[in-house]
């Protein structure tokens, strides 16, 4: 794997700087496209070949594999004091030009905004789309969470992008109710479906009780998979997000271990599959009371694929105090193993709250199960390609980041957004997805 690529510039002003670096990002394409063809043609066939690139204010990780090529990116701000911060506008014109660039297509897209931005960003991006002819309809995914700092609208942009080298099309929208409500993406002998923003029946009001606003977004997340042709047990992720999260945080949770009884993911005491999640505070531009993403694999054809839940060794099922997630989950293609770590705060082994009150040990805490998450299938940090940290309050960046370095983590990589974590005495919250090339399905990485 080469080490990531550090872009320093002179003292030129700065909306300047931004762009030279981001000219010199596109303009290493074509090496970087020379580089993977070089390095695949040196791996073992039943391997992808994974590659890292960072420089601020964008990262990307590349996997290669076959006609397929992924991207995962992390587009941020960049640093424009003139102008108070980075526009949406110009933010989602370098995303549309990487895009139209490397020829992909959207699988994912999740956007950390303020959320009284969604009117100025959901135009930035019709605008640059169109410039450009990117097809972002079925998308995205607005999360309603404040930056920690600056004065940019955007925390920061997260996406998985493909292209087909052979110039097929790779990504197809998922249609229901006349419209686009997610993307699909086959590769691997695994068929990806990603619902981006589903939400309860419109008809549900605030005289009508949370639980069921819950009950009614799983039932709708319930319906669309099945008109998919699949189920909940092909779900491996989910993004949950309730913009009063800390007011009735237990309700929700009855709510959703009710709908995964019924779906036969859990019985009265043990469970039979549970998907990795988040469950943190966000809002939605419909003033919902309750979003949801959703990402499913199902294995295509028979394939040797391996999806397994991940346990913790440094903390208890969340099943036992009441949730109804898995600490991870591993998708085990056969040429690359993904790990989908779920929203990790500052719990210990029997369920109760350590450090409460200090983000700093929290964050540390939190950082440390991770890493022995991901350690557990024989990834580290360095196979980071997406991490969001949901801090309490903005003045909690600064811990974060102190812990973040400790651990030898790319701060380049991180989206960090204000946001209420499940527990009042908790300040921080983790979430991370990370993928590296792996031996063939039925080894361990």
């Known amino acids: 794997m080469p080490p990531a690529l550090v872009f320093a510039g002179a003292s030129a002003p700065p909306r300047r700087l931004a762009v030279r670096r981001f000219c010199v990002i596109l303009g290493l394409m074509k090496a970087e496209e020379s580089l993977s063809r070089r390095v695949r043609a040196e791996r073992p066939p039943s391997c992808a070949a994974v590659s890292r690139f960072a420089a601020d204010p964008v990262t990307r990780v590349e996997v290669a594999y076959g006609p397929v090529r992924e991207y995962f990116v992390t587009f941020k701000p960049g640093a424009m004091p003139e102008a108070g911060g980075e526009t949406a506008e110009s933010l989602y014109g370098r995303i549309a030009e990487f895009l139209d660039g490397a020829g992909c297509q959207i699988v994912q897209e999740r956007c950390y905004a303020d959320p009284g931005a969604y009117a100025e960003v959901a135009a930035a991006r019709a605008k640059a789309f169109e410039r450009r002819n990117v097809d972002g309809d079925g998308a995205l995914s607005f999360v309603g969470e404040a930056p920690c700092e600056g004065a940019a609208a955007i925390a920061g942009v997260q996406l998985w992008a493909v292209r087909g080298e052979d110039g097929s099309p790779r990504v197809t929208p998922l249609l229901a109710d006349g419209r ?19 939400g309860p029946r419109p008809e549900l009001g605030p005289e009508h009780p949370r639980g069921e606003h819950a009950r009614s977004m799983f039932n709708e997340v319930g319906r669309l998979l099945a008109g998919a042709g699949l189920a909940y047990r092909d779900v491996v992720r989910t993004w949950i997000y309730v913009p009063e999260l800390l007011a ?45 993403g959703v990402l499913a694999a199902a294995r295509a054809n028979g394939t040797p694929v391996r999806v397994e839940m ?14 109804a997630f898995s600490r991870a989950v591993e998708v085990h293609d056969g040429c690359s193993s993904r790990m989908y770590v779920s929203g990790t705060a500052s719990i210990g082994g029997g369920g109760a709250s350590i450090h409460p009150g200090d983000a700093e040990r929290q964050a540390a805490h939190t950082l440390g199960v991770i890493r022995e998450l991901l350690a557990a299938r024989g990834h580290g940090f360095a196979d ?54 792996a031996a063939p399905a039925g080894r361990r990485s």
């Open 248 to 292: 009735w945080y237990d309700e929700f949770n009855a709510a959703r271990r009710r709908v995964f009884l019924e779906a036969g993911l859990i019985g009265d005491s043990e469970t039979n599959w549970l998907p990795a999640s988040t469950g943190i505070q966000g809002r939605c531009p419909a003033g919902r009371a309750c979003t949801m």
């Open 310 to 323: 991940v346990a913790s060794p440094g903390q208890c099922e969340a099943f036992e105090y009441g949730s």
């Open 384 to 437: 980071v390609a997406h991490l969001t940290a949901f801090l309490k309050g903005p003045e909690h960046a600064e811990d974060f980041r102190r812990a973040a370095a400790r651990e030898g983590l790319d701060l380049r990589l991180a989206v960090e957004t204000v946001a209420d974590v499940c527990r009042p005495e908790l300040l921080v919250e983790i979430e991370v997805m990370s993928i590296r090339a």
């Open 180 to 198: 686009r409500v997610g993307r699909r993406f086959l590769a691997h002998g695994l068929g990806y479906t990603a619902l981006p923003c589903v």
